[in-house]
């Protein structure tokens, strides 16, 4: 029982900073990434589908995404998925493929989106103290129903103590070469 309680509390603390890790990355920076495309759905044929399942997305320069979709009908499709998005983005469409310049970003908004990814990583660190205080009570139950002796609560409280200061610790590295990428130029 001891050792399930441990193991569910590193699942949930590793779900957590891969989860957190995937919301900073879909933050615009000044660079152009296929990742800014992951969130947008194009309806295709009735389906609710990803961009990157419909088309193939480069990155032929540092500031410029091109979308060639398999299916030239669903060009503007993607044009308006895109328009739709939260991105802030204005397509190209040249009738083959579109093009996505990614403007450089003003000192202004770099600042905004560096508060956001604090307030993002502010978040897992909180979902993963919840889930150590989670694993924590389940090892006081089953020391007060006499299913481990306190010896036994002690070291697995300090597992779990252990644990939540490692994956935060990622958490910030994560958060910190995030930060270093939207600040530089």
């Known amino acids: 029982m001891s050792d399930q309680i441990i193991h569910e509390s590193k699942q949930r603390m590793m779900k957590s900073v891969q989860h957190t890790g995937s919301e900073m990355s879909r ?33 032929p320069e540092a500031r410029l995404l091109v979308i060639l979709p ?11 998925a895109i328009l739709a998005s939260d991105l802030g983005l204005t397509p ?6 579109i093009r996505l310049p990614i403007p ?3 000192a ?12 993002l ?16 009570d389940q090892v006081k139950k089953a020391e007060k129903a006499s299913d481990i002796s ?10 779990i103590q252990k644990d939540t200061d490692e994956y ?13 990428e939207i600040r530089e130029e």
Do not use: C, F, W
């Open 150 to 159: 306190k010896d036994e609560a002690k070291r697995l409280m300090d597992n």
């Open 121 to 136: 990583a502010e978040d897992g660190r909180i979902s993963i103290r919840n889930i150590r205080r989670d694993a924590n």
């Open 27 to 59: 933050i615009r920076t000044g660079k152009a990434t296929p990742i800014l495309l992951e969130s947008i759905k194009v309806d295709y044929y009735g389906t609710p589908t990803p961009v990157n399942q419909i088309a193939n997305v480069n990155t």
């Open 104 to 106: 450089m970003l003003t």
């Open 92 to 97: 190209q469409n040249d009738g083959s493929v």
């Open 70 to 80: 398999y299916d030239k009908s669903m060009l503007g499709a993607v044009e308006k």
């Open 108 to 119: 202004e908004r770099r600042e905004e989106l560096v508060k956001h990814i604090k307030r």
């Open 168 to 180: 935060i610790s990622e958490l910030d590295q994560i958060l910190k070469a995030r930060e270093e």
